[in-house]
C-alpha cells in the first residue's frame, strides 16, 4: 500500500493533504494517507475507462470472466502476506499486540510465560513473512 492512485496502470500521487483512515481499536491515523485526485485525474480515469468500455464490452462472456478471475485470484494470491503485513504495520507485532493489550503495560499485568517468545523461555515462535 503506498497512498497512490492507480489510473490507466500508472500509480499517481494525488494532490493535497492525505486522508487517514482511523484504527477504531487506538484511535489512530493507519498509514499511509491517500491524497485527493485533482480533476485532471478524475478526467483522465473517466477517459481511459470509457475507452476501455467498448472493447471490454465486445468481448466474449469467456474472456471477460477469466480476465475477473484473474484480478480476483491476484488479490487472492497477496492473501497472507497482505493481511500479515497491514496487522503488523497497523498493530504491531504478537509481542507488541499482547503487550499491549495483556501484558505488564496494560490494564491486565500478565506475564507472558510459556506464551513469550522461544528465545524469552517460551514456546512462541515467529515465522518469517516474506
Not at 15 to 31: F, T
Request: hydrophobic fraction near 45%.
Amino acid at each position: 500500500m503506498t497512498g497512490n492512485m492507480l489510473i490507466g496502470a500508472q500509480a499517481v500521487k494525488g494532490a493535497g493533504a492525505p486522508l487517514h483512515a482511523i484504527d477504531p481499536a487506538r484511535g489512530e491515523p493507519l498509514q499511509p494517507g491517500f491524497c485527493a485526485g485533482t480533476a485532471e485525474d478524475v478526467a483522465r480515469a473517466a477517459e481511459l475507462a470509457a475507452a476501455a468500455f467498448d472493447p471490454y464490452r465486445a468481448a466474449p462472456l469467456e474472456t471477460r470472466a477469466q480476465f475477473l478471475e484473474s484480478i480476483a485470484e491476484g488479490i487472492l494470491a497477496l492473501g497472507d502476506a497482505l493481511i500479515a503485513y497491514n496487522i503488523i504495520k497497523q498493530i504491531g507485532n504478537y509481542g507488541e499486540s499482547f503487550e499491549a493489550t495483556l501484558g505488564k503495560s496494560s490494564a491486565m499485568k500478565l506475564d507472558r510465560g510459556l506464551n513469550a517468545s522461544y528465545k524469552q523461555g517460551g514456546l512462541m515462535y515467529g515465522w518469517p513473512v516474506r
